[in-house]
DNA sequence: CGAAAAAATGTAAACGTTATCACGCCGATT
DNA sequence: AATCGGCGTGATAACGTTTACATTTTTTCG
């Protein structure tokens, strides 16, 4: 509440002064400096990151903004605690929002971050033509983009390895003895679920099975989609022995609906699902999946974002991480 | 990125009159006015929210904080959408941070905030006593407080009862026949924690049941702590039958250590735990639990805190949710 | 000792808004 | 005809910082 003018008026120095001992940059000689803190202590100053944001050019707000598709999704947290620890380490603070994977409100969370003047923005892209995040890149905002890449900008980008990840999956069923392996992807516009199905397709030919477009059926991401797509691949007359299941909740969603025929898994049905899930040891059964280093793609999202504030010219970087086939008892 | 002045400019009027258009405030006749719309479309004007903040008195920022313990607990995650989904309604961006249990951490976030001149606070306190936020209320930010409540200052209050809750679930485990029941409860600084076992220990005497001290365990709400404690009640000599676990974290980790020991649920011990989990179904078994109405909670505290901003002396309300006893295959 | 150089401090502009006040203009009132 | 109100607009002062520049004070040294 106190400002600049009241310490100064205290310390009776002028408030560039003042401004000068906070920013310990220009030389204060000892005494006034002394006089200077004192006053500050006393009136327990605290500076104005909007006044400081307004006068200052980029990259010192020391605030970044994080939209992702939903909070609730443990994929999200994961990645949301990544870069909330990498910011707080560097005392930067998080403007966090929920997208829905819906384009307005991904759009209207842009434009609040435009208007707040963020240092910069870590987002999964809604889909690779994403228009509302290519205009925010041509403001010059610093953008991150995790999990999804984007298909005409170039930004630093933090990905895992979709592509191997459902490869080592379906070769691990094939390897299991399922010859009929069904699939249930996301969103076919999200990058991701294009490289899962490469993965699923190329696992599947390099040990010459043939792809049935039957067996592949593509959801929303939620955990009812899951749930509906696996009934129907089950419910077919010659149905596959074993899922493939391209993120969290459908997962979910494809065990509930397993239980609900009463199917046993993995004698009757095999599932391995992409994106671990928190409890999955408290699963029934727990289950085997390829498991994202979330927290680590979000870490390193929020660690390039820090390098790119510091410097903007950077040319842009892809780090690419491993996922892990982490066998349980559903396979 | 174009400001008023550039607007101004290119419509050949003042800034003020620019100002006066956006605010649709005082009179502006029509004829400017279309100029001026113009102008703004052509420049793609959007007003800045820092300057905004900055010259504008309080309760105009459009911007709220949300501090909570930790978003990878779905308990906060889900009071998160409904805090996020609130303010998202209202035209709300929303500051969000996770403080970890940890006071230095909600003290530093709590100091963004003031800094960053947000409109209101929403968080559960670390404890009844917590002086950081105590403080944070004494500069007249309004604060919201969800879950727990503060002993000395009289704020905004949205809040489950957690008495009712813990009654409920410890009478259904004494109505199945239970007669010794292990209580794993939360930090004791916590109000809710020690409503919960108010809650517990009279539904025992109601039913003639002596509480017994070694049947009574404290963790740290932590999935670990629920192990470890778990662990401690089922090694007694003469072990609960029955156990209330006082949170979603701690009852995952009851249940690990439960089937660590190789006992079966509920036939060998029952288990109640306080607080949904988002896959209850698919766990082993589907525990039954005290539902508390999260996603009300955060929605319920964005109104109160939107109705304070508005109106900053209105007296300090109470809302009460009432908890919901879902009876799954864990009792 | 005095002038120049160096160091410390002060002044003021700028950042992009909103809001207060003053100004000019026009029709209506005495 | 002089005055008054009202209305639309423009100038300008905040808001709380940082920073370029101006000014003052101190140091250095011939």
Redesign the pocket.
């Known amino acids: 509440?106190?400002?600049?003018?009241e310490?100064?008026r205290r310390a009776?120095?002028?408030?560039?002064?003042?401004?000068?001992v906070?920013?310990r940059?220009?030389?204060?000689?000892p005494?006034?400096?002394a006089i200077v803190e004192q006053a500050l202590r006393d009136l327990g100053?605290?500076?104005?990151r909007?006044?400081?944001r307004?006068?200052?050019?980029d990259g010192r707000a020391h605030l970044v903004g994080l939209i992702i598709p939903d909070i609730q999704n443990p994929f999200y947290a994961e990645i949301a605690r990544g870069v909330e620890d990498a910011a707080y380490a560097a005392e930067y603070a998080l403007l966090l929002c929920n997208s829905d994977e819906n384009p307005d409100k991904e759009s209207f969370y842009l434009g609040v971050m435009r208007d707040e003047s963020v240092d910069g923005i870590i987002l999964p892209p809604f889909d690779e033509a994403d228009a509302a995040v290519a205009d925010t890149i041509k403001t010059g905002i610093p953008v991150v983009c995790v999990d999804r890449s984007l298909a005409r900008a170039r930004t630093d980008l933090v990905e895992v390895d979709n592509y191997r990840g459902a490869h080592e999956a379906v070769s691990h069923l094939i390897a299991r003895g399922h010859r009929h392996i069904g699939l249930i992807e996301g969103r076919t516009q999200v990058s991701t679920s294009r490289e899962r199905r490469r993965g699923y397709l190329d696992a599947l030919a390099e040990h010459g099975l043939a792809p049935k477009k039957e067996f592949m059926r593509a959801g929303d991401f939620k955990q009812e989609s899951g749930r509906i797509l696996a009934n129907e691949l089950l419910g077919l007359r010659k149905p596959p022995t074993a899922l493939f299941v391209c993120n969290n909740l459908m997962t979910v969603g494809a065990l509930a609906a397993i239980h609900q025929r009463g199917l046993r898994v993995p004698q009757e049905v095999a599932v391995v699902g992409f994106d671990d899930l928190p409890w999955a040891e408290a699963l029934d059964p727990p289950p085997t999946v390829v498991r994202q280093p979330a927290y680590n793609v979000g870490q390193q999202a929020m660690e390039l974002l820090l390098k790119r504030i510091m410097e903007p010219t950077r040319p842009p970087v892809t780090v690419r991480l491993l996922p892990e086939l982490v066998i349980r008892r559903s396979s």
């Open positions: 509440m106190a400002s600049l003018q310490v100064a009776k120095v002028s408030i560039a002064t003042v401004s000068r906070l920013n940059s220009d030389k204060v000689v005494e006034t400096r100053y605290r500076p104005s909007v006044a400081r307004l006068r200052m050019k």
